[in-house]
């Protein structure tokens, strides 16, 4: 068999060659096996804080290798325009659609709802990820616990849009179990809740 091979490598060699240097002809003029093919990015200059509103001067847009690029990178700065990052971000990351706040996610088995805090004061203390117990800020002797390990989503620390460009308090958005949640908008809804820090 080895010598059948030998054989017809040899009579057929000129030929061979040929289709080799054409194969590495058309593959080196594909634009995905282009070494110098870069796409723009946008990328972090500085370190980036999770839960804040994104600042056009932490970010630029930067040429990387295509084979390089993430999943729905982000390749304008037009598309951070007025959006809070999900997570922190150290120098040098290039930016997805994921870092973006612009649809908090609960997780499965879980509710998002939206608190106003009694106490704004506790804003800058918070970071998006944290996990924090709700409870009741009413006179009553006993704080009525509303939920347990309720993870921060969002944080405003302006006036939001839309419906929540009323509200005077900053607004939480926390991801809650299903009752816990529905206790939240019941309870919290007249008033401002407190927050413990776990």
């Known amino acids: 068999m080895n010598r059948r091979l030998h054989i017809l490598l040899t009579r057929n060699r000129r030929l061979l060659a040929a289709l080799l240097a054409a194969a590495a002809v058309i593959l080196l003029a594909s634009p995905d096996n282009d070494p110098q093919s870069t796409v723009p990015a946008v990328v972090a200059r500085r370190a980036l804080s999770g839960g804040a509103q994104i600042d056009g001067s932490g970010l630029s847009v930067v040429r990387v290798p295509a084979a390089l690029l993430p999943?729905?990178?982000?390749?304008?700065?037009?598309?951070?325009?007025?959006?809070?990052?999900?997570?922190?971000?150290?120098?040098?990351?290039?930016?997805?659609?994921?870092?973006?706040?612009?649809?908090?996610?609960?997780?499965?088995?879980?509710?998002i709802t939206g608190v106003r805090l009694a106490d704004p004061s506790l804003v800058p203390m918070l970071r998006v990820g944290q996990k924090v117990t709700i409870v009741t800020s009413s006179d009553r002797s006993q704080a009525e616990v509303?939920?347990?390990?309720?993870?921060?989503?969002?944080?405003?620390?302006?006036?939001?849009?839309?419906?929540?460009?009323?509200?005077?308090?900053?607004?939480?958005?926390?991801?809650?179990?299903?009752?816990?949640?529905?206790?939240?908008?019941?309870?919290?809804?007249?008033?401002?809740?407190?927050?413990?820090?776990?």
């Open 71 to 111: 999943d729905q990178a982000l390749t304008d700065l037009d598309q951070t325009s007025g959006q809070t990052l999900v997570a922190d971000r150290p120098r040098g990351t290039i930016l997805t659609r994921a870092d973006l706040l612009s649809a908090p996610r609960a997780g499965p088995g879980q509710a």
């Open 146 to 198: 509303l939920a347990r390990s309720a993870v921060i989503r969002a944080i405003s620390r302006a006036a939001a849009d839309g419906a929540l460009a009323s509200a005077p308090e900053p607004v939480i958005l926390v991801s809650t179990d299903p009752d816990s949640a529905a206790r939240i908008a019941t309870e919290g809804s007249a008033q401002g809740v407190g927050l413990v820090m776990e």
